[in-house]
């Protein structure tokens, strides 16, 4: 089955504990990306990828870092949460060709930081 | 700077009628056109998408229409039903920008029995 999976789904850390969310697809495209999703604001890109090793900044990348070494995986990491990091996390993976363009989420990381 | 807009925030319909949801950009640079469907809790479900180079697109009970001139896109749901009650999402994306999505505020749907 065709899928983006994340990891973990929930997560409560503290301030300033490193964290990573995982993220994989098996549908072997090469771009991806990581959105957060808050109250009032919709959907907004952190970071995205077109290709292995190749990795840009969305609209609010500031307090994450992304690494793409494998086109599978795309992992978002926190070096040092901050409470207003606090969100809804996805990631989504994407296909995009002349005529075509679909893209295809995950089923999201709620992450609370206290 | 919103550069996608969906100016309804609730459409409510009967089953079996058809729902049309619109949605307005600003940016003529843009290239892709995608509609999405979210519950509560859960991922956004990709459900269409269309190019600039075409002006409908068509699967099973979704089709989208674009009208470039306008700035404007449609998606026709027919005939919508219970399990068709959701918030939906369109976006717009192009190759200037690295096809990076911009994602308008979403229409909530009740589709009523």
């Known amino acids: 089955e065709a899928q983006v999976t994340q990891n973990p789904r929930y997560l409560i850390t503290v301030t300033g504990k490193k964290l990573t969310v995982t993220c994989s697809q098996n549908m072997n495209h090469e771009y991806m990306s990581w959105y957060r999703q808050d109250p009032g604001l919709g959907l907004r890109q952190i970071y995205y990828?077109?290709?292995?090793?190749?990795?840009d900044k969305g609209d609010v990348p500031e307090g994450y870092k992304v690494s793409r070494k494998e086109k599978r995986n795309f992992p978002l990491i926190l070096e040092s949460p901050s409470p207003n990091q606090t969100s809804l996390y996805f990631c989504?993976?994407?296909?995009?060709?002349?005529?075509?363009?679909?893209?295809?989420f995950g089923p999201g990381t709620r992450l609370t930081v206290t | 700077d919103q550069q996608v807009k969906q100016n309804s925030p609730s459409l409510s319909v009967q089953e079996g009628r058809i729902s049309i949801l619109n949605c307005d950009y600003t940016?003529?640079?843009?290239?892709?056109f995608l509609w999405y469907k979210k519950y509560p809790a859960e991922g956004p479900t990709f459900l269409i998408s269309?190019?600039?180079?075409?002006d409908k697109n068509e699967d099973g009970r979704f089709t989208v229409f674009l009208n470039k001139s306008a700035k404007h896109l449609s998606l026709h749901i027919v005939p919508s039903q219970p399990g068709d009650s959701a918030v939906y999402f369109c976006?717009?994306?192009?190759?200037?920008?690295?096809?990076?999505?911009?994602f308008g505020a979403g229409t909530t749907v009740t589709v009523r029995a």
């Open positions: 990828s077109m290709n292995v090793e190749v990795t």
């Open positions: 269309i190019s600039s180079i075409k």
């Open positions: 940016n003529s640079m843009f290239d892709y």
């Open positions: 989504a993976s994407s296909f995009i060709r002349e005529s075509s363009y679909e893209q295809y």
């Open positions: 976006a717009a994306s192009g190759k200037s920008n690295d096809y990076k999505l911009s």
